[in-house]
Nanobody, 129 residues
Framework: EARLVESGGGLVQAGGSLSLACTPS????????VAWFRQAPGKEREAVSC????????FIAASLKGRFTISTDWTKKTVYLHANNLKSDDTAIYYC??????????????????????WGKGTQITVFS
């Protein structure tokens, strides 16, 4: 069964850094985009960042540029979200998400209208002062 395996997350002091990892498992497609979304308590889910697996094109939410980056290890087929200078507002459940085929960007308003979408179970990041 195709699934997204997430790891990382945890408790971190404000100003610190964390990295999350997501590895698509049992996916047989080679045209897809891997994204990270997050949802904070009482807030709507929001897109954080995503990467096109074929060409490495990346997208990141404007409000997070300069602190969050996304990368991939092609050999491990793993996508990483690197979160730096974390703030209390970054406290949320972070979800790995996959769209296949890749159409547009995870930042697009109509992103979920195209392709097939898969979700990981989510991993918690908690930032304390």
């Amino acid at each position: 069964e195709a699934r997204l395996v997430e790891s990382g997350g945890g408790l971190v002091q404000a100003g610190g850094s964390l990295s999350l990892a997501c590895t698509p498992s049992e996916f047989t497609v080679d045209d897809y985009l891997v994204a990270w979304f997050r949802q904070a308590p009482g807030k709507e889910r929001e897109a954080v960042s995503c990467i096109d697996i074929r060409d490495g094109e990346t997208f990141i939410a404007a409000s997070l540029k300069g602190r969050f980056t996304i990368s991939t290890d092609w050999t491990k087929k793993t996508v990483y979200l690197h979160a730096n200078n974390l703030k209390s507002d970054d406290t949320a459940i972070y979800y790995c998400q996959l769209q296949t085929p890749k159409i547009g960007s995870c930042l697009s308003a109509d992103y979920f209208q195209y392709g097939r979408h898969y979700w990981g179970k989510g991993t918690q990041i908690t930032v304390f002062s």
